[in-house]
């Protein structure tokens, strides 16, 4: 097979492109937590698509799933006509995920991706309180169009929008001054003050863990006085769950373990399993005042993701799914902070929960070259923070134990490279 020569990307594709440049190989084959390139050089996935691959690539059961479906002629494309495909998983997803949570929430299908699921929850806050603006937080990460960006940190892909990005106030996320600063006293100060120039928001987003941020967890009880504040003012709470959901903490949304109660909640990436693109929005059922077609998108309610994002609910009948996934958790999380520990000369804090998790590491530019490194040894993973400063870790939640073991020593032998001298313990 005639193989792909990289000057094709470098002579046709935008310079835009990103991931190509980090990664600079031409990949043709993947398998659960593998990947492997055009001269059949194997690497260890710890990228997972941005978060859009926690159940690994082509997972068995999924795929069977979908080539069935389309050797049966099942609908490829409806817009959000009624289909057998949706049908199964919305009675999936209320079974499987929401009663057994004591959840209700009705779902919304907008366009396909994460930032659709963010506009389309911005347009419902605004059209419920009938207020204009929404409270955000610094170095969130809440998607690429203009709704999504003005509730987005990183500047400079605010400054990529080429217009002013309004109606939208940003708050000092938790511990984002300081391990002292309680940042929800100063934010409760500017609704209660009215000399602040604050006005009441339609609704506050958040990220219980800030993924591009650099992996910045909240504190449970930051995020209970969070739902406590929206509940004392009458402001919405949103939560964007597109990267540190559907099991990416450990538990299939992100909040659960801190026991709030979001007025509606933001799906997409791994929803679908297999990759397919797929957003969904979860609102409280008094909030579903749409008219029909007032939110809508020709690509809404992807049935081949509905087929495989039924398939992979699977996983969540069952508690062992969980316990599987607290447990690599604790091994990364053991490994990280003995990494730390050894190589002094990283300057690293281990950051996140769960599988979503890495290293901030102090000096520049460090922690690219981690990542750097450890492509070159066989492992793919990618740097976040708004300065890059934190390697990321995202293995699949379904990694074999070997697997996760195999990749964390590429990690430990990339560190050890860049800072040269260990101190072992």
Known sequence: MKQTDLNVFEQYESEVRSYCRSFPTVFNRAKGSKMWDEQGREYID????????????????????????????????????????????????NDIILKPRNMNYKMMFPGPTGTNAVESALKLARKVTGRTDVISFTNGFHGMTIGSLSVTGNAMK?????????????MPYDRFVSEDLETLEYLERFL????????????????????????????????????????????????????????????????????????????????????????????????????????NGTF?????????A????????????????????????DFLHRLVENYPELKGTVKGR??????????????????AKAFEL??????????DDVFKLFPAMTISEDELKQGLAIIEESVKNVVKEPVLN
């Open 354 to 371: 769960g599988l979503m998790v890495g290293i901030a590491c102090e000096d520049d530019g460090v922690a690219e070259e981690v990542a």
């Open 46 to 93: 710890f990228f997972s698509g941005a978060g859009a691959l926690n159940y690994g690539h082509n997972n068995d059961q999924m795929k069977d799933a979908l080539i069935d479906y389309i050797k049966e002629d099942g609908i490829t494309h409806s817009l959000d006509k009624a289909t057998t495909a949706k049908g199964q998983f919305i009675e999936a997803f």
């Open 300 to 308: 809404r309610g992807n049935n081949h993701a509905f087929v495989t």
């Open 192 to 295: 209660e003050n009215g000399g602040s120039g604050v006005d009441i928001p339609a609704a506050m987003i958040v990220e219980t863990v800030q993924g591009e941020g650099g992996i910045n967890a909240a504190r449970f009880k930051w995020l209970k006085k969070l739902d406590e504040i929206c509940k004392r003012w009458d402001i919405l709470l949103i939560v964007d769950d597109i990267q540190a959901g559907i099991g990416r903490t450990g538990t299939f949304f992100s909040f659960e373990e801190a026991g709030i109660d979001p007025d509606i909640v933001c799906l997409s990436k791994s929803l679908s399993g297999y990759g397919l693109p797929l957003a969904i929005m979860l609102s409280k059922p008094e909030l579903d005042v749409w008219k029909p077609g007032e939110h």
């Open 378 to 387: 066989g492992l793919i993973m990618e740097t976040a923070g708004s300065n």
């Open 310 to 333: 039924t398939a992979a609910l699977e996983y969540w009948k069952s508690d062992d799914f969980e316990a599987s996934i607290k447990q690599k958790a604790d091994m990364t999380h």
């Open 158 to 170: 605010r400054k990529g929008a080429g217009v002013p990005l309004e109606h939208a106030v940003t």
